[in-house]
C-alpha cells in the first residue's frame, strides 16, 4: 500500500516554491528507497496550482480566507470563504486520508491542518521567516515537529518542538554554469551584473528605485530586472520611454545592458544566480536562502510594513554574515549604486561571499523529507 503524504499552503511563492522543494525531495527519496508513495497538494490560487502541474504533482483547490490582522472590506467575503474550505478540506482528506501532512504555512494551509489533526494524523510544519505568521503560529500547538529557518523563531514555539533546518531549495537553482548563464542572457563577460529580484508579486518600492537609477546604472553595470507579471507593463512603458528620451545619449546603454522580465520560471532563475555578481531583493525567507545558496552578495530592502516586520527581522540576521540593509524610506538612486560598488571592491567581494556562503543550508528539503518519510 502506498505511503500519502498531504502538503498544504499557498499564497506568494515564499510558500509554493519550499513546498514543491520538498515535495521533489520526497518523490526523489521514494524512488532510492524502492518505495510506492503518492502525494496531494491542498491550496488556494493559480500560483500554486501551476507549480503542482509543473512538477506533476496531483492537486485540489479549496477555499480560503485570509487571517487579516487589519480592517478589510476583503474579510467579509473572507469569512464565508473560511467555512467552504474546511468542508472542502475534509471531504479531500476522507477520499485520500494521509499517513502525515507537512504545512508550509499562509492562512491556506489551517483547514487541512486542522482537519488532518482531527483524524490524528501527524503534522509537520515549516516556518520561513525569523517571526512566524499567524497561521504557523496557530499550526504550531498542533504539529509534532516544527522546522525553523531562523534560530530566533524557536522561541515562538513549545520548547523542544523546532528544528533548525533552514529552507527548502528547489534544487535547480544551485550550481547553475556561469559561462552558460552569461550566454542565455546575451550579457558581455567582461561586465559585472546586477540581478533584481521582485518576488512573484513584484515589489514596488524595489522596481521605482530601479527605474529612477536605469540610466546611472546601465553606465556601468548589466541589470537582470525581474519585476512581477502585475508590474511589468508599467516598468516596460517606462524604460521604453527612458530609451525614446535618451536617444544620441544613454538609450543604447539601457538597450544593450538591460534585461526585464516579468517572472523568472526555474530554470532562468538557477541561470540568473549564476550570471550575478550582485543582487537586490526584498528579505522573505525564502529568497534569503536562496541568494546565500548563490554566495553572492546582496543589497536586501525589506518590506516595510510586512507583518510583524518580519522581512526586517530576516534581514537583520542576515546581515551578520554581510547582506547590506537599506530601508525602503532610505533608497535613493546614489545610495544604491554606492552599495553596489562598495560590495564589488576587489578586497571586499570575496570575503562577503565566503561570509554568505556560510549561512546556506541547501540539505534542508532532503532532511525534511527524510523525516516524513521515516520518522511516524
Not at 506533476?56 to 474579510?75: A, H
Not at 533546518?165 to 561586465?191: C, D, M, S, T, V
Not at 546581515?319 to 546614489?334: D, I, M, W
Request: glycine share 8%; net charge positive.
Amino acid at each position: 500500500m502506498a505511503y500519502r503524504i498531504l502538503l498544504t499552503g499557498g499564497g506568494s511563492g515564499g510558500h509554493v516554491f519550499p513546498l514543491i522543494a520538498v515535495a521533489n525531495a520526497l518523490k526523489e527519496k521514494a524512488q532510492q528507497n524502492g518505495q510506492e508513495l503518492e502525494l496531494l497538494i491542498l491550496g488556494d490560487g493559480r500560483f500554486i496550482e501551476k507549480a503542482a502541474i509543473d512538477s506533476s504533482i496531483p492537486f485540489k483547490r479549496i477555499l480560503t480566507g485570509k487571517l487579516r490582522r487589519y480592517f478589510s472590506l476583503l474579510t467579509i467575503i473572507d469569512i464565508f470563504k473560511i467555512p467552504i474550505g474546511f468542508f472542502q478540506s475534509l471531504w479531500h482528506m476522507f477520499w485520500f486520508m494521509p499517513d502525515v501532512i507537512f504545512a508550509k504555512g499562509g492562512y491556506a494551509s489551517l483547514a487541512p491542518s486542522i482537519i488532518g489533526r482531527s483524524y490524528f494524523i501527524p503534522l509537520f510544519i515549516h516556518e520561513s521567516d525569523s517571526i512566524p505568521g499567524l497561521a504557523n503560529r496557530i499550526l504550531g500547538k498542533l504539529a509534532k515537529t516544527v522546522f525553523i529557518s531562523f534560530q530566533s523563531a524557536e522561541k515562538y514555539f513549545k520548547a523542544g518542538k523546532t528544528v533548525l533546518i533552514g529552507n527548502p531549495l528547489r534544487k535547480e537553482l544551485i550550481g547553475q554554469n556561469k559561462e552558460k548563464a552569461i550566454e542565455a542572457f546575451q550579457l558581455n563577460p567582461g561586465n559585472k551584473t546586477i540581478l533584481v529580484l521582485g518576488g512573484s508579486q513584484g515589489a514596488q518600492k524595489i522596481n521605482d528605485i530601479i527605474l529612477q537609477s536605469l540610466v546611472l546604472v546601465v553606465k556601468k553595470f548589466q541589470l537582470i530586472h525581474q519585476c512581477g507579471e502585475t508590474q511589468y507593463n508599467y516598468i516596460k512603458n517606462e524604460a521604453d520611454k527612458l530609451i525614446k528620451e535618451g536617444e544620441g545619449k544613454y538609450a543604447d546603454d539601457i538597450k544593450t545592458n538591460y534585461r526585464l522580465f516579468p517572472f523568472l520560471e526555474i530554470e532562468q532563475l538557477g541561470l540568473a544566480y549564476a550570471a550575478a555578481d550582485i543582487l537586490i531583493s526584498r528579505s522573505g525567507g525564502g529568497s534569503i536562502f536562496e541568494i546565500a545558496a548563490a554566495s553572492k552578495p546582496v543589497i536586501l530592502i525589506p518590506i516595510t510594513d510586512s507583518s510583524a516586520d518580519h522581512q526586517l527581522a530576516n534581514a537583520r540576521e542576515f546581515s551578520r554574515f554581510g547582506a547590506v540593509v537599506l530601508e525602503e524610506q532610505n533608497l535613493t538612486p546614489h545610495i544604491l549604486i554606492n552599495q553596489i560598488e562598495s560590495l564589488l571592491n576587489e578586497g571586499n567581494y570575496a570575503k562577503i561571499s565566503a561570509n554568505i556562503k556560510t549561512f546556506a543550508k541547501i540539505d534542508a528539503a532532503d532532511k525534511i523529507a527524510d523525516t516524513l518519510i521515516t520518522d511516524n
